[in-house]
C-alpha cells in the first residue's frame, strides 16, 4: 500500500536484466518506510515471471558472525538440480570453512560465483538484500568481487539499505560505489506517507478505513512512517481507543489522552505478555537468531525453568514478536528487535552478553560464535577477552580477514596500556589480516606500529614484508624502500626481505644489488620462502633485460613449491606475469595455461596477476578485441585489491590498442590517467602516450615524455620500446638518429623476442636493410607477436617487390586489429606492385545484431531516442541499452562518432546515395 510507483520503478529497472545484464537497484529510506515489504514483493512479483530468487537477510548483531547472513541465503535457495545442489554445498562449505591458508577468502568467493552464475543459467536471477548495511564487511567485499565479476549475467540486484543508522558500514556505500562505476545502479529513495495513502495501510489493522481526524492522528504521531503508523494503529485498536461508527474507524477518545510513543507503539507487542516472556524477549533480542535447541541457554541466562522458557517463547511467536525462519527463529522485523534491544539498557546488555559467552565458552561451541558476545560484554583489562578475540582473530584470518582485523581491533582496545608483547601481536595480526582482506592502505598504519614494537625475529619480517608489499601496490615505492633498509639494518633478515628490497630499488630507478649479492645476503629457509624470493629474482633479472635468467628463476620457483597448489599458483602467477611484460609470449602462455588449471583449487588467489597476464599476451598476440574486452574485468579486480601498480600496465595496453585503432577520444581519457610509481610500470606508460601524442600531432610532447624516461638507457627496463619510439619520431621528422640507433643496438637485449624484433625491424628501415627486416619477421613469428610481424613484413614490402607475400598478410592483420591507417599503407603498396587489394570490410560488419544496427541506422539519420523508441516499439530506457552495447561494440563515445562510424562502413554508392537524399530534403 503506497508505494506503487516505487514498485513500478524497481520492476521497471531490472525487466532489461536479461538484455542489459547486471543492473543493481538501492531502495533506501529510514527504518520502517517499507524497504523490505517492497523488495518482498518485488521478488513475489519476479518469482511469478520466472526468476530465480536468492533472499539475503542481513541483522544488526549477526553483522559480528562471518557470511552468517549469506551463509543462511545460500542454504534457504531453491535448488532443482544435483549439479548446481553440489555447488551450493561447496559455496557454503567454502564459507563456514575457517581453513587457515591465504587462498580461503579467493576460494569462497569463486565457489559463490559458480553458484550464482548457476542459478543464472536458466534465466534471470533476483539478488535481494535487505539492509545491506548490516552485512558483515566480508560477506561485503565477497560481494563485491563476486557481482563484479559476473557484472554480464542476467541478475537483478535488490537493496535495502538504512541511509542514517547508529552504526555507519562504509563497506556497503563502498561496494555501491564499485558497482556503479560498472553497471546501472537505479536509487529510490522511500518517503513518508501522505495522510490519504496512510490511511490505506492502517485501515486493514483497524478493521475499517479511519475518519480523518483518526488519520491525522495517527500521520502526526508516526510522521508519516508506515511501520510506525501500522503499530500506533494496533496499539490504538487493543486498547480499544478505536471506535467503529458508521463503517469508519475513530479515536473514542480526545486525542491528547492518547499516552503513546513510537517505541511504546513497538513494544506494547510485548508489554501486555509475562514479565518471564518478556525477560526470554530480551535474551532473544541479545542472540538475535536461534533454533529451538538453545531453549537451555536462554534458560540457563534468565535464571527461569527450561519449561517456562518454551512456553514464552510460543507466548512470542503467537505475538507475532519473533518468527520461524529456515529452522530458526528471528524477529518479525528489526525495528521491533531493536527496540528490544534499546531498552535493556547499556549494564544490563553488556551483563547479558556476559552470561552467554559464559555459557558458550563453557561448552564446546565454536570461538568464533561467542566472540562477538565478548567483544560486546568485555571490560578493558580483561584477559579472557583477549585471549577469545585472538584467537577468533586467527580462525577468520583465512578466510574473513575483515572480521579478524575487527577482532584485532577489539581486543587492542581491551588492553591495559602496559600489555607491549600482546598489543604488538595483535597489530602485527591486524596488519596482516587487512593486507590479505585487499586493504593495503588500512594495512601500513598497524604494520609500522608493530614493527616498532616487535623483536627482531621471523614474526616482525613477517610483518614487514606485509608491509612492504602494501606500500608496493599502493605505488609507495620509497616508502617501501625505508621499511626495508630499516629493518634489514637491525640484524640478519630473511631472504624474501633482500629480494623484495632489491626489487623495489629498481622500481625506484635506484641503484640495486644484483641476483648474485641479493642470495648470498640470505639463504631462503622454507619452500615457502623460495617461491618468494625466486620469484621476486624472475622480476629482478627480468627489469635488466636478461630474461634467460629470468625464466630460470620462475621455472626453480615453480619446482621449490613442490606438491603445494597455492606455493604452485604463487609460482606461476609471479612467473606468467613477468615473462608476459617482458614479452615473452611463449614462456608466459605455458605458464599461465598451468595456473589456469590450478584455478578451481585456490579460488580467486593472484586473479589479478593472471588477468594481467592474459590482457598483455592477447595485446602481444593480435587479440585486441580480447584485450579489450578482459581489460574491464581485470581492472575491476585489481581495483578491488588495490593493486594500484599492476593497474598501470592495463592502461598502457588500453591506450596503444586505441591510438593504433585510431579512437583518439577514449584514448585522451587513458592519456591523462597520472603515470604509476614504479619504474617499468612508468616506462610503459610513456610508451603508450608518447604514441598517443604522436597521434594527435604533438611529437614534441612525445619526444619530450620518451626522453625524460631515457636518462639511463641503460637501465630502463623498457629502454628498447623508448628508444625505437624515440627514432620512429625523428624519423618522421627527417632527424639524423645514428646517434639513438648506436644506443638501441648497445642496450637491446639478445634474449627476447620482443626486443630482438623492434632491434631488427629499425636496423631495417633505418639502414634499408631487406634481411634484417626478414629477421624481424621471423623473429616475431616466433615469439608470437602478432602485430609486430604485421609491422616488419609491412616495413619489408614497402623496401622489397619481393616482400609482396608478406605485405598481402600484414594487409589481412591490420584490417582484422582495425589498424586502418598500416592497413591504407599496406594497401597502396600492394596497388604500386600490381597486386590485388583485399576487399575491405569494416571490422563493425556483422558486430552489430539485427536490432542493434536498427537502432544505430535509426542514429545515423538524427532521430532522437524517444523517437527511435516509438518508431520501433521499445521503451526509451531500453534503446539507452542498446546504445550503450552499440558504442561499445563499434568503440565510440557519442552519437556524432557512431554517426561518422557508420558513415566510414558504407560502401561509396550508398552514401553519395545518402547525401543526394539528404539534399532532397
Known sequence: MGRVGELGRVLTSVERVPTAGLVGVVVSGAAGMGKSRLLAEAGRRLAGQGWRLLRVDADRLERRVLYAALAAALRAVAIDNAYTEGLRRDAVGALEAGVPDPGAFGRACAAVARLVTALAAPGPLAIVVDDLHELDDDSLALLAVVLRRLAA??????????????????????????????????????????????????????????????????????????????????????SDLVALDGGQARLAVAARAVRLTRRGAVLRRVLPLTEQTRAVARTLAV??????????????????PSATVAAAFDDLVRAQVIAGDGGGYRFTHDIVADALYDEIGPAECRRLHREIAVRLLAGSVDVLEVAWHVAESASPGDPVAVRVLTEAAQRALAA????????????????????????????????????????????????????????????????????????????????????????????????????????????????????????????????????????????????????????????????????????????????????????????????????????????????????????????????????????????????????????????????????????????????????????????????????????????????????????????????????????????????????????????????????QTMLARTLGVVRRDPAQLTRAVDTAQQGGLVFERARAQLALGELSAAGAAGL??????????GVDALRRRAGRRLHELGEKVPRHRSRAAGLLTESEERVARLVQQGMRNRDIAAALHYSPRSIEVYLSRIYAKLRVSSRLELARALDAMDPPAERSRSASMEGTK
Open 153 to 238: 549475467a542476467p541478475i537483478g540486484l535488490l537493496i535495502a539499505i538504512r541511509p542514517h543508522v547508529a552504526a555507519p558500514n562504509p563497506a556497503a556505500e563502498e561496494l555501491l560505489d564499485r558497482l556503479a562505476a560498472e553497471v546501472e545502479v537505479v536509487r529510490v529513495e522511500l518517503g513518508t506517507l501522505p495522510p490519504g495513502e496512510l490511511a490505506g495501510v492502517i485501515a486493514p489493522v483497524l478493521g475499517a478505513p479511519p475518519d480523518d481526524d483518526l488519520v491525522a492522528e495517527v500521520h502526526r504521531r508516526a510522521d508519516g512512517n508506515p511501520f510506525f503508523a501500522t503499530e500506533f494503529a494496533r496499539s490504538l485498536a487493543e
Open 287 to 304: 542472540l538475535r537468531t536461534v533454533d529451538l535447541g538453545r531453549i537451555g541457554l536462554i534458560a540457563e541466562v534468565t535464571g527461569l
Open 400 to 755: 574473513a580477514p575483515e572480521t579478524a582485523a575487527g577482532y584485532c581491533a577489539r581486543a587492542l582496545a581491551l588492553l591495559p596500556a602496559d600489555a607491549v608483547d600482546e598489543r604488538a601481536g595483535l597489530l602485527a595480526l591486524r596488519c596482516r589480516a587487512l593486507a590479505r582482506g585487499s586493504r593495503p592502505a588500512d594495512a601500513v598504519a598497524p604494520g609500522r606500529e608493530a614493527l616498532a614494537l616487535l623483536p627482531p625475529g621471523e614474526d616482525r619480517f613477517r610483518v614487514a614484508t606485509a608491509v612492504i608489499s602494501s606500500l608496493f601496490l599502493l605505488g609507495r615505492i620509497d616508502e617501501a624502500i625505508e621499511v626495508a633498509d630499516g629493518q634489514i639494518a637491525t640484524g640478519p633478515a630473511p631472504a624474501t626481505l633482500h629480494a623484495q628490497r632489491a626489487v623495489m630499488l629498481l622500481f625506484a630507478g635506484r641503484p640495486a644489488p644484483d641476483e648474485a649479492a641479493v642470495t648470498a645476503a640470505a639463504v631462503p629457509a622454507s619452500p615457502a620462502e623460495k617461491v618468494v624470493v625466486f620469484g621476486q629474482l624472475a622480476m629482478l633479472t627480468s627489469m635488466r633485460g636478461r630474461h634467460g635468467e629470468t625464466v630460470e628463476f620462475a621455472d626453480r620457483a615453480l619446482a621449490a613449491a613442490g606438491t603445494s597448489t597455492t606455493l604452485q599458483m604463487h609460482a606461476l602467477a609471479v612467473g606468467a606475469s613477468t615473462a608476459a611484460l617482458a614479452g615473452l609470449v611463449p614462456d608466459a602462455t605455458t605458464r599461465l595455461r598451468r595456473a589456469e588449471q590450478l584455478t578451481e583449487d585456490t579460488g580467486g588467489a593472484f586473479a589479478g596477476e593472471l588477468g594481467l597476464t592474459r590482457v598483455v599476451l592477447d595485446w602481444l598476440g593480435g587479440r585486441w578485441d580480447a584485450a579489450l574486452e578482459a581489460l574491464r574485468t581485470v581492472a575491476v579486480e585489481l581495483e578491488t585489491r588495490q593493486q594500484a601498480t599492476l593497474a598501470g600496465a592495463l592502461t598502457a595496453v588500453a591506450l596503444d590498442i586505441r591510438t593504433w585503432r585510431g579512437e583518439l577520444v577514449p584514448a585522451g581519457r587513458l592519456a591523462a590517467r597520472p603515470a604509476p610509481a614504479a619504474r617499468n610500470m612508468a616506462e610503459l606508460h610513456a610508451f603508450a602516450v608518447a604514441g598517443y601524442l604522436a597521434a594527435t600531432g604533438d611529437p614534441d610532447g612525445a619526444r619530450a615524455r620518451l626522453t625524460a624516461m631515457l636518462a639511463d638507457p641503460g637501465t630502463a627496463p623498457y629502454g628498447s620500446l623508448l628508444l625505437v619510439r624515440l627514432i620512429e619520431l625523428d624519423l618522421d621528422r627527417g632527424r639524423d638518429v645514428t646517434g639513438l640507433l648506436d644506443t638501441l643496438v648497445a642496450v637491446a637485449p639478445n634474449v627476447s623476442p620482443w626486443s
Open 808 to 817: 598481402l598478410d600484414a594487409y589481412r592483420t591490420f584490417a582484422r586489429l
